[in-house]
């Protein structure tokens, strides 16, 4: 096989070099090529609920719609979970709500033990986000919770199973906060997946009083979450009661109903974000900055020695760059349809600077050297003189 590749004349093996130096940049950029994930959510056997496990989504068919209240600035929330691990050091979300049309998201996550809620949305190309609620040691591993959040106009209220009120002041959910497409198990933008277990999920336009969340507990630690007489307020209800099939149903008329898609898909996953709304004041942005660069120097290098060997080293040059733009261009395009990678105008930029770098590397007499330094000239190979 060596004495074959060596018996080709010189620039087929320079391309092939070429060949190789794409494919070992695309295993890097598109690794894990999870194109087709599998969607690891599942029905709890011995409970109403459903189980997430690892990379797993459900999904609302519509959107929520607020309801037409006197009460517009309050609103409350539960859940009843069970964390499988307290141990991420990210914040993935227990569920989030996502409007497309103002790319606005809440979300309720979990970082450890701790509860995290955040209200995020891009306005006028930048990343905008409102103080975050955060409350330390909620969460416990493998138990039952029924996480409650109440809002109004005097603030935030969390309770752990109808009790333990922790007030806080200076952060405020709107009740429209809570409307638009609802996602469970991961966030609508990014690739962020819990695990654990959704056994129910209720949303008010109303702020709970004391009395009704520990009535609210109770209800549901008996299993009569979905068969409330008072549903005065509620604008979806999921008791999560099917047990099986791909679809959850609310016990609320005006609640859409959810779906298990078959596959893992971040809902509405970014493309090509512009290089502000991705910019960062972090050392990690500049190390991905510089990172992006380094990676495609060696790819411009290698194509600009093959097309020098038949080019001026200029026109290798002015090839070479758009050339490296549009293998980036098209790594970014993939990533797309892979959750755990992004799609983002910068990669392109940084990766063509790289390829940039890599071609005005080159010089004339580099062809030949490069070729006989890694021993693939041999005295009867056919020979082709770099152009000047």
């Given at each position: 096989m060596i004495d074959q590749f060596r018996a080709l004349p010189q620039q087929k093996r320079l391309g092939i070099l070429c060949g190789l130096t794409i494919i070992a940049v695309l295993i890097a950029t598109l690794w894990p090529f999870d194109f087709v994930s599998s969607n690891r959510v599942s029905w709890i056997p011995e409970a109403n609920g459903i189980r997430f496990g690892g990379t797993g989504v459900v999904v609302s068919k519509a959107s929520l719609k607020p309801r037409a209240t006197e009460s517009g600035d309050s609103c409350s929330l539960e859940v009843l979970v069970r964390p499988a691990s307290i141990e991420s050091v990210s914040v993935p979300?227990?569920?989030?709500?996502?409007?497309?049309?103002k790319q606005r998201e809440l979300f309720v996550g979990q970082h450890k033990d701790d509860l995290m809620v955040s209200l995020t949305f891009v306005e006028?190309?930048?990343?905008?986000?409102?103080?975050?609620?955060?409350?330390?040691?909620?969460?416990?591993?493998?138990?039952?919770?029924?996480?409650?959040?109440?809002?109004?106009?005097?603030?935030?209220?969390?309770?752990?199973?109808?009790?333990?009120?922790?007030?806080?002041?200076?952060?405020?959910?709107?009740?429209?906060?809570?409307t638009g497409q609802i996602v469970l198990g991961t966030s609508a933008l990014d690739f962020k997946p819990w695990s654990g277990e959704i056994r129910g999920l209720a949303i008010y336009s109303k702020e709970l009083t004391p009395t009704e969340v520990?009535?609210?507990?109770?209800?549901?630690?008996?299993?009569?979450?979905?068969?409330?007489?008072?549903?005065?307020?509620?604008?979806?209800?999921?008791?999560?009661?099917e047990g099986a099939g791909r679809e959850i149903h609310s016990a609320v008329v005006s609640g859409p109903d959810l779906e298990i898609p078959k596959r893992f898909v971040v809902p509405h996953k970014p493309f090509l974000v512009s290089p502000l709304e991705e910019f960062e004041a972090t050392w990690n942005y500049v190390h991905n900055i510089l990172v992006n660069i380094a990676g495609f120097v060696?790819?411009?290098?290698?194509?600009?020695?093959?097309?020098?060997?038949?080019?001026?080293?200029?026109?290798?040059?002015?090839?070479?760059?758009?050339?490296?733009?549009?293998?980036?261009?098209?790594?970014?395009?993939?990533?797309?349809?892979?959750?755990?990678?992004?799609?983002?105008?910068?990669?392109?930029?940084?990766?063509?600077?790289?390829?940039?770098?890599?071609?005005?590397?080159?010089?004339?007499?580099?062809?030949?050297?490069?070729?006989?330094?890694?021993?693939?000239?041999?005295?009867?190979?056919s020979s082709v003189s770099p152009h000047n």
């Open positions: 979300p227990i569920l989030s709500f996502y409007v497309a049309e006028a190309q930048k990343n905008l986000t409102a103080p975050e609620l955060d409350e330390y040691h909620v969460f416990e591993q493998g138990k039952v919770l029924l996480l409650t959040i109440t809002s109004g106009t005097n603030g935030t209220v969390v309770y752990k199973n109808g009790s333990e009120p922790q007030v806080f002041s200076g952060f405020r959910i709107m009740q429209g906060d809570l520990l009535r609210d507990y109770r209800d549901w630690t008996d299993g009569r979450a979905v068969d409330f007489a008072h549903l005065e307020g509620a604008t979806a209800i999921y008791g999560f009661a060696p790819l411009g290098f290698i194509l600009c020695v093959y097309l020098a060997c038949t080019r001026s080293r200029r026109q290798a040059i002015l090839l070479t760059i758009p050339a490296g733009g549009m293998v980036s261009f098209v790594i970014e395009v993939l990533q797309v349809y892979i959750p755990q990678r992004g799609s983002g105008v910068t990669d392109i930029i940084t990766n063509t600077l790289g390829a940039a770098f890599g071609a005005l590397l080159v010089r004339p007499s580099m062809v030949g050297t490069i070729l006989g330094r890694t021993k693939l000239i041999t005295g009867s190979g």
